[in-house]
C-alpha cells in the first residue's frame, strides 16, 4: 500500500504566505513525478504546480507557487506566496510512483488540505 500524507494549510491573510507538505510512504519502488492540484467551491481539480523527481523540469501554472521535492524523505513541498482570496482552495498533492508490486505506474493523491486566504 502507498499513501500520501498531506500537512500544512490553514488561514493566512492576503498577500501572506504559506507552505504545504506531503509524504509518501509504503511500498515504493520510485517515484517519477509529484505535484499540487487545487480544488476551488464549485470548481473542478486544476494543476497548481508539477515537478520530475529526477532533473530540474518544473511546470507551474503560477509563478507564485514553487514546487519541490526531497527524495531523502519522499516528500513534496509547496510553497505559496503573495496569496489572493481567489487562492482559497482544497490542495492535493499528486504523486506518479511505481509501487513494487507493479511494473507499471500509478497516480496517489493526499487526503486534502484546506486553504484560506482571508481578512
Known amino acids: 500500500q502507498v499513501q500520501l500524507v498531506e500537512s500544512g494549510g490553514g488561514l493566512v491573510q492576503p498577500g501572506g504566505s504559506l507552505g504545504l507538505s506531503c509524504t509518501a510512504s509504503g511500498t515504493i519502488l520510485s517515484i517519477n513525478r509529484v505535484g499540487w492540484y487545487r480544488q476551488r467551491a464549485g470548481g473542478q481539480r486544476e494543476l497548481v504546480a508539477q515537478?520530475?523527481?529526477?532533473?530540474t523540469y518544473v511546470h507551474s501554472t503560477d509563478n507564485r507557487f514553487t514546487v519541490s521535492f526531497d527524495s531523502a524523505e519522499n516528500t513534496v513541498y509547496l510553497q505559496m506566496k503573495d496569496l489572493r482570496p481567489e487562492d482559497t482552495a482544497v490542495y492535493y498533492c499528486?504523486?506518479?510512483?511505481?509501487?513494487?508490486?507493479?511494473?507499471?505506474?500509478?497516480?496517489?493523491w493526499g487526503q486534502g488540505t484546506q486553504v484560506t486566504v482571508s481578512s
Open positions: 515537478k520530475f523527481t529526477a532533473g
Open positions: 499528486w504523486a506518479e510512483i511505481y509501487p513494487t508490486n507493479s511494473p507499471y505506474s500509478i497516480n496517489y
